[in-house]
């Protein structure tokens, strides 16, 4: 088994074979052996670029337009995060982050779209264009090149400066992905975000006026959110408009300080297969039926074909529920 990083540990097993390697774990009988940690590749550029042709494209591109009517490849700009929301689990790159050059980036997106057109990219980041100067540089590298495709990234709402914004327009950027999590500042400030609500609602405006479709994760059930903190989740939802969002419930990852704070209310409740679809797995402020309701009640919020019977019938049973818990 590889643990974290594995190119260098994959390129030296392949050389020594069966010698087993730095970043690797092994069973000796009934025994697990380490070969010791492995430090991460401090200088992602000194890595080669992918080996795009050992990749089937032909049959990546019919899956995609069958499944969905566009072509979308994944790109990557970076390895980590530094911020530390204390229900993230972070077992690969821990609080690092380390960053391709902005030219290395524009480079393959040139690459991937002489050779294969797409029609758009995901950069799957975990949080694309943490220095608002690499992302000023990447701007410029990629209109130099020619270089833009569509693309749709993860970031954070207090990264999404005006500046930012113009130049990830520039680059191409057509959707931003942002954990906004909540409406309301208390719970920000229990999950450690380092957010505040009103920079939320700036980025959404900055994005807007970009024309980049803004998009929020939501987060519901943190531990003391109340049916106040979520009318201001509500309310943030109904003023800003984002495009589009996703709904969780907060879940309790191993190694977590937020898992720490909630495992004795978890029972044995303890593996993602007891999560269930938005399944609370400790003791929330109401029942999973009732933060199901709330999803989809958000979702029709959001939905450009909003249907006015489901919407209402959406939000009655979001009362009722509520009601039913009082």
Same mark, same amino acid.
């Given at each position: 088994?590889?643990?974290?990083?594995?190119?260098?540990?994959?390129?030296?097993?392949?050389?020594?074979?069966?010698?087993?390697?730095?970043?690797?774990?092994?069973?000796?009988?009934?025994?697990?052996?380490?070969?010791?940690?492995?430090?991460?590749?401090?200088?992602?550029?000194?890595?080669?670029?992918?080996?795009?042709?050992?990749?089937?494209?032909?049959?990546?591109?019919?899956?995609?337009?069958?499944?969905?009517?566009?072509?979308?490849?994944?790109?990557?700009?970076?390895?980590?995060?530094?911020?530390?929301?204390?229900?993230?689990?972070?077992?690969?790159?821990?609080?690092?982050?380390?960053?391709?050059?902005?030219?290395?980036?524009?480079?393959?997106?040139?690459?991937?779209?002489?050779?294969?057109?797409?029609?758009?990219?995901?950069? *799957?980041?975990?949080?694309? @264009?943490? /220095?608002?100067? +690499?992302?000023?540089?990447?701007?410029?590298?990629?209109?130099?090149? &020619? !270089?833009?495709?569509?693309?749709?990234?993860?970031?954070?709402?207090?990264?999404?400066?005006?500046?930012?914004?113009? *130049?990830?327009?520039?680059? @191409?950027? /057509?959707?931003? +992905?942002?954990?906004?999590?909540?409406?309301?500042?208390?719970?920000? &400030? !229990?999950?450690?975000?380092?957010?505040?609500?009103?920079?939320?609602?700036?980025?959404?405006?900055?994005?807007?006026?970009?024309?980049?479709?803004?998009?929020?994760?939501?987060?519901?059930?943190?531990?003391?959110?109340?049916?106040?903190?979520?009318?201001?989740?509500?309310?943030?939802?109904?003023?800003?408009?984002?495009?589009?969002?996703?709904?969780?419930?907060?879940?309790?990852?191993?190694?977590?300080?937020?898992?720490?704070?909630?495992?004795?209310?978890?029972?044995?409740?303890?593996?993602?297969?007891?999560?269930?679809?938005?399944?609370?797995?400790?003791?929330?402020?109401?029942?999973?039926?009732?933060?199901?309701?709330?999803?989809?009640?958000?979702?029709?919020?959001?939905?450009?074909?909003?249907?006015?019977?489901?919407?209402?019938?959406?939000?009655?049973?979001?009362?009722?529920?509520?009601?039913?818990?009082?």
């Amino acid at each position: 088994m590889i643990l974290g990083e594995l190119e260098m540990t994959l390129l030296e097993l392949a050389k020594h074979w069966p010698e087993q390697a730095a970043g690797t774990a092994w069973r000796d009988g009934d025994q697990v052996r380490f070969g010791g940690p492995r430090a991460p590749v401090a200088m992602l550029d000194e890595l080669p670029p992918p080996a795009w042709d050992l990749v089937d494209v032909s049959s990546y591109r019919r899956a995609w337009l069958d499944a969905h009517g566009y072509f979308s490849l994944n790109l990557v700009s970076s390895r980590g995060c530094p911020y530390r929301c204390n229900w993230c689990a972070k077992p690969l790159y821990g609080d690092s982050y380390r960053h391709y050059s902005a030219a290395r980036v524009a480079a393959e997106m040139e690459c991937v779209k002489s050779q294969f057109a797409p029609d758009q990219i995901w950069f *799957a980041d975990d949080i694309f @264009g943490l /220095s608002a100067r +690499w992302t000023r540089e990447f701007a410029a590298c990629v209109e130099q090149r &020619d !270089a833009q495709i569509p693309f749709r990234m993860q970031s954070r709402c207090d990264l999404m400066t005006r500046d930012t914004v113009d *130049a990830l327009k520039r680059a @191409g950027c /057509s959707e931003v +992905w942002m954990g906004a999590e909540s409406g309301s500042q208390k719970i920000l &400030d !229990a999950m450690d975000k380092g957010i505040r609500v009103d920079q939320i609602r700036e980025a959404r405006e900055n994005l807007r006026r970009h024309a980049i479709r803004a998009c929020f994760f939501l987060q519901l059930g943190y531990l003391g959110e109340s049916w106040e903190d979520l009318e201001q989740t509500i309310r943030l939802v109904r003023e800003t408009r984002p495009d589009d969002i996703g709904v969780s419930v907060s879940y309790p990852l191993p190694n977590t300080r937020f898992h720490q704070i909630v495992q004795t209310q978890m029972g044995r409740k303890a593996n993602w297969r007891d999560s269930d679809d938005l399944e609370i797995m400790f003791q929330g402020a109401f029942p999973s039926e009732f933060y199901r309701a709330l999803a989809d009640a958000l979702h029709q919020e959001v939905a450009s074909s909003r249907n006015h019977a489901q919407y209402q019938q959406a939000w009655d049973k979001v009362e009722q529920l509520r009601c039913a818990c009082c």
